[in-house]
């Protein structure tokens, strides 16, 4: 493993290939003063940067700097979360979560000319968005958003992509955990094209998982990727802090738990992404190690990841172990 950026504390990487170069979508901590909390209030991220690679063993070729700051958002309250980029059609789609005035996480959108930004931000956030923690997959044309995050991300204030007038309502421990939430994006890519509908996670028998099932539940940072003509939902558990991994046959799932990713690193939250370059496949994540595990300054560091031959990913090992 390695950490990619050391002079500054970026973490949640979002990482894609465009024009054969290697490109990270971290979000950026700085130093809030606020102490620790379930809320997430300690976080204090208020722009992001963007990095690039021209292989991954020589490290970040280039930081691209500012390419979105929320004080150019007219909408803007506080905190840029961990968001992700598309590409069509000559433009690229920043898709980023944001607390409006209201203290409420909605997802916006920026568009570039160009992988690295700068992006300009649409004047309001997306209709019927909520929660955190967009990735965007692409197939065939069709782009699909998957997005949530429980506690801090607020999807427990929603069911049937309505808000709850009753605030959060959390299921039994034995009843079928919050699940992370999909929908295809619109031809401008600006709008759900669709009702966000639940990413259902199953148990080896066909059972949802629980919510008191905390080893294997989602939590929050919902990525896709394809391998072999399988689909692999990976999200982290939160509060048992694994990157853990699930495989469906199409984009909505439902999608079988099959085994941990990465086992828990120093800091609480885990956060990831995974790609092909250069015919090696990746894990991009962060840790609390160089900040002396201070939890809301976060590093990025990637290591290689790899499949056995049944398709199923070798646990990599955390920095808490």
């Known amino acids: 493993m390695r950490y990619l950026v050391p002079n500054d504390y970026m973490a949640d990487p979002s990482a894609h290939v465009f024009n054969g170069r290697l490109y ?6 700085w130093e809030s003063g606020v102490q620790e ?36 958002i007219p909408w803007a309250g506080r905190q840029l979360w961990d968001g992700d ?13 944001l607390k ?5 996480f909605r997802f916006g959108v920026a568009i570039a000319d160009r992988p690295e930004g700068p ?71 600006l709008q759900f094209a669709e009702e966000p509908k639940p990413v259902v996670l199953l148990d080896k028998e066909g059972k949802p998982l629980t919510q008191g099932d905390n080893q294997r539940r989602f939590f929050e940072a919902s990525w896709m990727h394809k391998y072999n003509g399988k689909y692999y939902f990976s999200y982290s558990t939160g509060d048992t802090h694994f990157i853990c991994y699930a495989t469906g046959d199409n984009p909505y799932g439902p999608f079988t738990y099959q085994g941990v990713i990465l086992t828990p690193v120093v800091g609480w939250t885990t956060h990831h992404s995974i790609v092909e370059f250069k015919d090696k496949w990746y894990l991009f994540h962060h840790d609390s190690v160089p900040s002396g595990g201070r939890t809301w300054l976060r590093s990025l560091k990637v290591t290689e990841l790899k499949y056995n031959a049944d398709g199923s990913i070798q646990t990599i090992q955390g920095s808490a172990k």
């Open 37 to 72: 909390n379930d809320n997430g209030d300690h976080f204090n991220m208020k722009d992001y940067h963007v990095f690039s690679m021209d292989d991954v063993e020589h490290g970040v070729a280039a930081d691209h700097g500012v390419a979105l700051d929320v004080k150019d």
């Open 100 to 104: 409006d005035k209201n203290d409420i």
């Open 24 to 29: 990270i979508y971290p979000s950026h901590d």
């Open 85 to 97: 980029v598309a590409h069509k059609n000559g433009k690229y789609y920043m898709y980023f979560p």
């Open 119 to 189: 992006f300009i931000p649409q004047p309001d956030p997306m209709r019927g968005s909520y929660s955190i923690d967009s990735c965007v997959f692409e197939e065939n044309g069709n782009y699909y958003m998957y997005f949530g995050g429980i506690w801090g991300g607020q999807l427990q204030r929603y069911k049937d992509n309505k808000a709850l007038e009753n605030g959060a309502t959390f299921p039994a421990e034995n009843e079928p955990a919050i699940c992370p939430r999909v929908a295809k994006l619109s031809d401008d890519m």
